[in-house]
């Protein structure tokens, strides 16, 4: 069998991490997305998988390709895909996916179980947490009966998770599907772009059965930032949680350290006298973490690593690899690789990678209502439990005291000054300076002290 994975996507609702990365090469438990797929490809021996991408972006997969060789990349544009899959779909069956979807190897193993029992199927989500009017949704009875483009929730009762197997009953049906989608509420306004659904509703409309598999592990569509903070907790909790213990020979953990769950320690890392470890964890190569640390359950700690001077990391917090944590910090969240987080800041979201956060910096308190908050992405707002969050576009810099206030995004290579409340969005490069406030000098002496 034959895999194609569409991983051109950047999303403009991932801002700040879209400025030059394909969402599926965002990391999730410091894995890219697209090496989660093709472990799991190879684990279920896919013979050969392809990845369409943007001509621009194919140089970002080479290393992927060449860590898995039954995987090679072909480029075309958003316009071209469908002409290129008639020349790479001849053959059949086909697994065709959406790349920015994060989910179990063991849902695609039930999908692969469906197709050789009944034939076509696909891979749909029945969890109560997606919103029917921003994805493309299904009408299922006992098969599914159509596919709708953004539809109001009474029209349908699952989600697509844009992955399928389909054979040359649907492939057939290549030649005639259009860019856009045209199952759609009344006054719906799709855009032209590719959907892989809209050949499947094509082949439903010629009375092609299309299977339906549902969810039963986890499921992430990755199109906003929170999204990365939804499927690292995810890996945290249903991978991290459930590993075996596993430790380098050449790792160094104190008896004074306490480890309350199975651990996974590479080689040359330390585990200092007084560390608490609440949890099961998943530490890289050559990490330290240092005397009086405290790391909550399930966390992901990467390769060159340090965690020292009494930081605290949350449950289901991500460490990329050579981040750098210290001096009381508290970190809760997502950091990409080369963080620096020290001198008493909190930090709670997805930082970039290269990112400094300054001393005293704090990050998403609680508004005084204690509610969930809103986010605003071009120009519409969403509210989840996670919407709250702050977002660092990469290889930007924080300033000293910084307060950022909840469900704040800062653009790709900005500078703050010191002492700013950050309270709305930040583009892409920009510096953000303090107004200058006058500055008042009085006569000042020991007769205020009553001397």
Same mark, same amino acid.
């Given at each position: ?8 996507? /950047? ?5 700040? *991490? ?17 090496k989660h797929w093709l472990i799991a490809l190879q684990e279920m021996r896919i013979e050969e998988t392809i990845l369409i991408c943007d001509p621009v972006e194919a140089r970002q997969f080479r290393g992927l390709t060449e860590e898995f060789p039954f995987s090679r990349i072909v480029s075309a544009e958003n316009r071209q895909i469908w002409e290129a899959l008639e020349n790479l779909c001849s053959e059949q069956p086909v697994l065709l996916a959406n790349g920015d979807g994060f989910l179990s190897v063991l849902d695609l193993k039930r999908l692969l179980s469906s197709y050789e029992e009944k034939g076509n199927s696909i891979l749909l989500n029945q969890i109560e947490d997606f919103r029917s009017t921003e994805c493309i949704c299904a009408d299922v009875q006992d098969k599914v ?11 349908? @009762? ?9 054979? @040359? %009953? ?6 005639? &599907? ?13 855009? %032209? %772009? ?14 092609? !059965? ?10 992430? +569509? ?15 909790? /249903? ?75 949350? !449950?289901? &917090? ?8 210290? #001096? ?7 950091? #990409? ?30 508004? *005084? !209502? +204690? ?12 509210? &989840? ?12 810099? &924080? ?43 009085? @006569? ?8």
């Amino acid at each position: 069998m034959k895999a194609v994975l569409f991983c051109g996507g /950047k999303g403009r609702r991932m801002f700040p *991490f879209s400025t030059y990365r394909p969402k599926c090469l965002l990391p999730i438990g410091n894995i890219p997305l697209l090496k989660h797929w093709l472990i799991a490809l190879q684990e279920m021996r896919i013979e050969e998988t392809i990845l369409i991408c943007d001509p621009v972006e194919a140089r970002q997969f080479r290393g992927l390709t060449e860590e898995f060789p039954f995987s090679r990349i072909v480029s075309a544009e958003n316009r071209q895909i469908w002409e290129a899959l008639e020349n790479l779909c001849s053959e059949q069956p086909v697994l065709l996916a959406n790349g920015d979807g994060f989910l179990s190897v063991l849902d695609l193993k039930r999908l692969l179980s469906s197709y050789e029992e009944k034939g076509n199927s696909i891979l749909l989500n029945q969890i109560e947490d997606f919103r029917s009017t921003e994805c493309i949704c299904a009408d299922v009875q006992d098969k599914v009966v159509s596919l709708y483009g953004h539809p109001r929730a009474h029209y349908v @009762n699952a989600q697509s998770c844009g992955v399928a197997i389909i054979d @040359n %009953s649907v492939l057939r049906y290549l030649h005639t &599907t259009q860019y856009g989608f045209h199952k759609l509420p009344c006054g719906g306004m799709p855009d %032209s %772009s590719f959907y892989l659904e809209e050949l499947l509703q094509n082949a439903l409309e010629h009375q092609i !059965d299309l299977h339906p598999v549902f969810v039963c592990d986890y499921y992430t +569509d990755l199109n906003f930032p929170w999204d990365i903070l939804k499927s690292n907790i995810q890996y945290c909790q /249903k991978i991290v949680q459930g590993q075996q213990d596993q430790r380098a020979a050449s790792a160094e953990i104190s008896e004074k350290a306490i480890i309350g769950g199975n651990l996974q320690i590479g080689e040359r890392s330390v585990i200092e006298a007084g560390v608490i470890i609440e949890g099961a964890c998943r530490i890289g190569n050559d990490v330290r973490i240092g005397s009086g640390c405290i790391i909550g359950k399930n966390c992901v700690i990467g390769d060159g690593s340090q965690v020292l001077h009494y930081a605290k990391l949350s !449950d289901n &917090t991500v460490l990329g690899n050579y981040v750098k944590v210290g #001096f009381t910090a508290e970190i809760s969240g997502v950091l #990409f690789d080369y963080v620096a987080a020290v001198h008493n800041c909190e930090v709670y979201g997805v930082v970039g990678s290269y990112v400094d956060i300054a001393a005293g910096v704090q990050m998403a308190i609680l508004r *005084f !209502d +204690d509610q969930m908050v809103s986010n605003t992405v071009l120009g519409k707002r969403y509210v &989840t439990s996670l919407t709250n969050g702050i977002f660092i576009g990469d290889q930007s810099r &924080t300033g000293v005291g910084n307060i950022f206030y909840p469900g704040v995004k800062v653009g790709y290579q900005c500078a703050l000054g010191p002492g700013l409340i950050i309270d709305h969005d930040i583009p892409d490069h920009q510096l953000v300076l303090p107004e200058p406030q006058p500055v008042q000098i009085r @006569n000042w002496n020991s007769g205020r002290y009553g001397w």
